[in-house]
């Protein structure tokens, strides 16, 4: 049962934007804290950024802060993470992942996944 579906991604250039959803169930958006994570060819799953389940707290990795937001509306059942000033380095699939608690979800493996969208920044 897929429960979780990225869509969005794509080839962009350098500096260029792109904004990624996930559309989930209800029932994940309401009793969830959500998140991106994203892995490159040859390297470990990393994370991204999450957000706590009333969309008051949200956390970055260092990397992205200032040029990623993640966001959600809950009446869509759709979380978002909208990424500008795209460098050739976040080039990876992008996976949306439901977990306890946006606070620890870098430190923890979130129990729930989609099945990822692929972000490709040329230089």
């Known amino acids: 049962q897929v429960q979780l579906v990225e869509s969005g991604g794509g080839l962009v250039q350098a500096g260029d934007s792109l904004r990624l959803s996930c559309a989930a169930s209800e029932y994940i958006l309401t009793n969830y804290a959500m998140g991106w994570f994203r892995q490159a060819p040859g390297k470990e799953r990393e994370f991204v950024a999450a957000i706590n389940r009333n969309g008051d707290g949200t956390y970055y990795m260092d990397s992205v802060k200032g040029r990623f937001a993640i966001s959600r509306d809950n009446l869509k059942n759709t979380v978002y993470l909208q990424m500008n000033a795209l460098k050739p380095e976040d080039t990876a699939v992008y996976y949306c992942?439901?977990?306890?608690?946006?606070?620890?979800?870098?430190?923890?493996?979130?129990?729930?996944w989609g099945q990822g969208t692929q972000v490709t920044v040329s230089s």
């Open positions: 992942a439901a977990g306890a608690a946006a606070a620890t979800m870098r430190y923890s493996v979130p129990p729930i």
